[in-house]
């Protein structure tokens, strides 16, 4: 049986790309391939996401959202 550090050591993701060292989001694959939802709302998602993983809570508000996506607010609203 492994230690705690080494399946620690086995399962860490180490980021090196400066780009992606300010975090990222996982968006689940039902999510991703569901036909009935917009690409905006699935981006949506995929930012809350973000937003929780960040903060342990989700509450951004549209215009925070908005100006995040690059859309309006009716836009953000129709996602």
């Given at each position: 049986?492994?230690?705690?550090?080494?399946?620690?050591?086995?399962?860490?993701?180490?980021?090196?790309?400066?780009?992606?060292?300010?975090?990222?989001?996982?968006?689940?694959?039902?999510?991703?391939?569901?036909?009935?939802?917009?690409?905006?709302?699935?981006?949506?998602?995929?930012?809350?996401?973000?937003?929780?993983?960040?903060?342990?809570?989700?509450f951004p508000g549209q215009e925070r959202m908005s100006n995040d996506l690059?859309?309006?607010?009716?836009?953000?609203?129709?996602?």
């Open positions: 049986m492994d230690s705690l550090g080494k399946l620690l050591e086995k399962n860490t993701v180490v980021v090196e790309d400066l780009a992606l060292k300010s975090g990222f989001a996982q968006l689940p694959n039902f999510i991703l391939t569901e036909k009935k939802l917009s690409a905006y709302a699935k981006l949506s998602y995929a930012l809350l996401l973000s937003y929780a993983w960040q903060k342990d809570s989700c690059g859309a309006s607010r009716q836009y953000l609203s129709k996602a």
